[in-house]
């Protein structure tokens, strides 16, 4: 394909932005409509509990109350479908869109009031008693593990047990010369999109259509399970996508509220919208990340990795949501990331708990298992005297055993599997450690200096991308000489429509201007993927590439002397047909629509490296230097890649040092507020440097670009936790429990100093012996 | 109950019916249509709804409408000149990547804009400190920064006429 552009590559300033910046933008709470009434779900206040009663007689009977339903009027209530990685045993733990005769955690729809002004919705709702007979609280996994009190008729509270296998693990660990255990867990936060979720729903009596504004990530699913539930026609249903205020994996699945207002709206021959509040948010909105690990490595003495194993405890929350199991699936598959590892045994247990379902959050168990991994190998690294950059260099899998099939997935099928694509992940890594200057840093490394304890730390990632079915392109000449490019693909707010327009534009050889960039909604595209999984780029700019050929091919054969097709090219905006120049809006009218499959996925990767400080009175952590390398194939535009991998690298620290989502024993949620729930401000940024690469094309896609909006946050927990275990090593401080709140590290400094002042004789360091 | 209040939006006089209990976020929103001004949280922790009253960043979302009255208000669509195009912080932050979904921007620009009003000179700590006050979860804040840092010169420059 001819290339005369060079859009692809630059840094183009985002088409999106001005309207986001002049306040023009029109996210769903934004949109104006005659005749709307306001919907607000009335949730449980307890954890676990019959149903005995719902006494709405109260608020029915409100000035301005419309209506009020509950499970009784809904009649059979539909179960929310698992939408990426069912397995038939989680089929029995799906979540009703609203409870009928028992709830299952803090937060879980019991009604929905729909009145003509919000402010009285809120207080209808307040007005409606469910009584509830309480049961007992399954609050975590080890009470969830013991299945005395069943969370569902199922004869287990295990949902499932994954279990991912490389080589013969339990015979190495008895042959290895060095083995370590120790034990891991991460607390339980939230994707916290700082919009929060919101509905429009329409419905057109006459017509017997139903709208709804405010889809986003997956439309097309969406789209087909509701008109399943209504029992509708696809056809019948549209779903629009207008701005969205981030998503990071939790926004856009299908929830209940999806379910709920289309129906109040269609129940009701009205437009019912309803606006998520931030409170409610924490409630309803998909936590995940809960688990604890009892991992174990093994290693000759020269470092080389012989294996790891190991059991994960999953807290799912009260039910299978949509993508509920991706986590746990990808915390197995994924511990040992771009690590050559022989021998891999890691069970991942999926317990249900009395909280918030979980899902997907940037990164789903990739964070997670990099942790688990990254601590394991500076552990190992230091018992056997070897440098831990160097432990990580001969241990990357070498350029020339790529492709490299990660772990199997026992028991599951070839869907399941997956292989590293390709990669120069020493050279990565090398780069990294060049830019931080290892070398000279490691001179600081445990040391202290003006009262702070100095440590440095590097790890590595691999970041999965292009995941889900086909995406759609659909591109028609318009009248105005334009060439509109329509796309299954959504936008979360990653700078979408520049990076689409861009890929376009090089395709046609035409300025961006001239490319009309549409997305998202469920009219514009026959079938159409979404945005999950660091997908869009790749699948919705690969089908754009196939369009634009076929567009290429239908202007030849609609020019006047046809035999050129195939041979037309445009130029300076105009179509050339041999010597001759035709405009654009000669061939207006021409549609076509192509459709790109993938069938194997992406794998960017790279390395982070951080420098911290740790204050061992008071257990406060700087970051004082953070750099990150990473290969994404082929960079479409370095302004919005670089602002993906900053973004996430300060998520990943908000999940590092600062955001938990609590519960007490009785399952009610503590966190209720970002006074509560803590995110990173911009005093807590640390000094950044992210060089992102395009070194090693993706094989398997026609643009050679690979998923790259999860990297920045994949290694920050393990590459931060090991940076201050070794500044805390005169402690044997080892922070194997997220997040690293300044009295958590506190508490294990005092440990530290304690059990030195109990041993005089300080434990051999490279003592092969494991440690609890 | 509900009143008028009379204040100055984005330089216009303008007239709002309101009930007593109405948030100005919500009578911006709702009453004057300006939907620019972003709820985020409602608890007047995330900075979204930031507003400009009498020259000082408020949140519109701890507010009462009422207490506006006689005010001059200032939203993130009053940043913009009148003849079209972007403010020199609105540039800033497009030339910068100083945004993502944008849905907490309009509440940084008018923190932002209400702080380079005062302190055109503000250094990259004060900037941090007064932004500590906004919460954005997409871009890591660091390109905020460098946008609000290269935009102090427009208004020094202004500061002199």
Not at chain 1, 193 to 221: I, N, Q, Y
Not at chain 1, 500 to 509: E, F, K, Y
Not at chain 1, 640 to 654: D, I
Not at chain 1, 741 to 755: D, N, Q, V, Y
Request: glycine letters at 10%; aromatic letters at 6%.
């Amino acid at each position: 394909m001819s290339r005369s552009n060079a859009f692809v590559g630059s840094p183009m300033p985002r088409i999106e932005d001005a309207r986001l910046l002049t306040g023009g933008a029109r996210f769903v709470a934004d949109l104006a409509r005659h005749d709307l009434l306001h919907a607000v779900i009335v949730r449980s206040p307890l954890a676990h509990g019959r149903i005995l009663a719902v006494d709405a007689d109260a608020a029915r009977a409100m000035d301005g109350v419309v209506a009020l339903f509950t499970a009784a009027d809904i009649g059979e209530v539909p179960l929310i479908p698992i939408r990426q990685h069912g397995v038939p045993e989680g089929e029995a733990y799906r979540q009703p869109v609203i409870a009928a005769d028992r709830v299952r955690y803090v937060g879980e729809p019991v009604a929905i009031v729909v009145a003509r002004e919000a402010a009285v919705a809120e207080d209808a709702a307040e007005a409606v008693v469910v009584d509830i007979d309480p049961l007992p609280v399954v609050a975590d996994t080890a009470i969830s593990a013991r299945d005395e009190t069943l969370v569902f008729a199922a004869p287990t509270n295990r949902v499932t047990t994954f279990r991912a296998r490389a080589g013969g693990a339990d015979a190495a660990f008895a042959a290895a010369p060095y083995t370590r255990r120790a034990r891991f867990a991460v607390q339980r936060h939230t994707a916290s999109p700082m919009e929060t979720r919101g509905l429009l729903a329409e419905w057109d009596g006459e017509s017997g259509h139903l709208t709804v504004h405010g889809a986003t990530k997956v439309p097309f699913f969406n789209r087909d399970t509701l008109a399943t539930m209504l029992g509708l026609g696809a056809g019948d249903v549209t779903l629009i996508e207008v701005d969205v205020g981030g998503g990071f994996g939790a926004r856009g699945e299908f929830y209940p509220e999806d379910f709920l207002i289309p129906f109040a709206a269609r129940r009701l021959g009205a437009r019912v919208r309803w606006l998520e509040d931030r409170r409610e948010h924490f409630s309803a909105m998909n936590h995940a990340r809960e688990m604890t690990a009892e991992m174990e490595i093994a290693c000759e003495r020269d470092g080389r990795v012989i294996g790891i194993r190991g059991t994960v405890d999953v807290d799912l929350g009260a039910y299978v949501r949509t993508n509920g199991l991706t986590t746990p699936r990808n915390v197995a598959q994924f511990v040992t990331g771009p690590y050559l590892v022989p021998h891999i045994a890691i069970d991942v247990a999926v317990h249900v708990t009395n909280k918030t379902p979980t899902g997907t959050y940037r990164g789903p168990g990739r964070y997670e298992a990099s942790f688990f991994c990254e601590r394991l190998f500076d552990m190992a690294a230091r018992d056997l005297g070897v440098d831990r950059a160097e432990f990580r260099m001969m241990n990357l899998i070498p350029e020339e055993r790529l492709p490299y099939p990660l772990a199997h997935m026992d028991g599951l099928d070839a869907s399941w599997q997956t292989e590293l694509d390709n990669g120069a992940y020493g050279e990565v890594m090398a780069r990294c450690l060049e830019t931080f200057d290892w070398a000279a840093k490691s001179r600081l490394d445990g040391r202290l200096v003006d009262g702070r304890h100095h440590g440095i730390a590097v790890g590595a990632f691999v970041e999965g991308g292009a995941g889900g079915r086909g995406e759609t392109a659909r591109m028609t000449i318009t009248a105005d000489g334009m060439v509109e490019v329509a796309v299954g693909s959504t936008s979360l707010g990653q700078g979408l429509v520049t990076i689409l327009t861009q890929i376009a534009a090089d395709a046609l050889s035409l300025p961006m201007d001239r490319i009309r960039l549409v997305h998202g909604s469920t009219n514009l595209v026959s079938q159409g993927g979404g945005s999950f999984h660091s997908r869009s780029t790749v699948m919705g700019g690969s089908a754009i590439l196939l369009a634009a050929e076929a567009l290429l091919q239908a202007i030849g054969e609609a020019a006047p002397h046809h035999e050129a097709a195939g041979k037309v090219r445009i130029e300076d905006g105009m179509v050339a047909v041999g010597d001759a120049r035709l405009p654009l809006d000669a061939f207006a009218g021409l549609v076509v629509e192509r459709q790109f499959f993938n069938k194997k996925l992406t794998y960017s990767y790279g390395a982070h490296a951080a420098h911290v400080s740790v204050d061992p009175r008071t257990g406060d952590v700087a970051v004082l230097d953070y750099v990150t390398v990473d290969d994404v194939g082929r960079v479409i535009n370095p302004l919005t890649l670089h602002g993906q991998v900053v973004g996430a690298l300060v998520q990943g620290l908000g999940s590092t040092f600062l955001e938990e989502i609590r519960y007490d024993e009785e399952g009610q949620l503590l966190t209720g507020s970002f006074a509560d729930y803590l995110m990173p401000t911009a005093t807590e940024v640390p000094p950044v440097r992210a060089i992102s690469l395009g070194l090693r094309p993706c094989p398997n896609n026609p643009i050679g670009a690979k998923g790259a909006g999860e990297g920045g946050l994949i290694p920050v927990g393990g590459v931060i936790a090991n940076a201050v275990a070794a500044a805390l090593a005169d402690f044997a401080v080892e922070p194997n429990t997220l997040p690293l709140t300044p009295p958590r590290l506190w508490h294990l400094i005092e440990a530290g100093r304690r059990a030195a002042s109990d041993t005089t004789n300080a434990d051999d360091p490279t003592n092969a012996e494991a440690r609890p | 109950m509900s009143r008028t209040v009379r204040f100055a939006l984005n330089g216009v006089a303008t007239a709002l019916d309101v009930a007593d209990r109405t948030t100005l976020a919500d009578a911006l929103r709702d009453g004057a249509r300006l939907t620019g001004t972003h709820l985020g949280c409602e608890h007047g922790v995330c900075g979204a709804c930031t507003v400009i009253v009498d020259g000082l960043a408020v949140r519109a979302c701890l507010m009462l409408a009422v207490q506006a009255d006689g005010a001059d208000v200032v939203t993130v669509e009053g940043l913009a000149p009148r003849d079209g195009g972007l403010g020199a912080l609105q540039q800033a932050f497009h030339e910068h990547h100083a945004l993502q979904c944008g849905f907490c921007t309009p509440g940084i620009l008018t923190t932002m804009h209400a702080l380079l009003t005062e302190e055109p000179e503000a250094d990259e700590a004060r900037i941090r400190d007064v932004l500590s006050g906004n919460l954005c979860r997409c871009t890591g804040y660091l390109p905020i920064i460098a946008a609000v840092m290269a935009a102090r010169g427009a208004y020094r420059r202004e500061g002199v006429e």
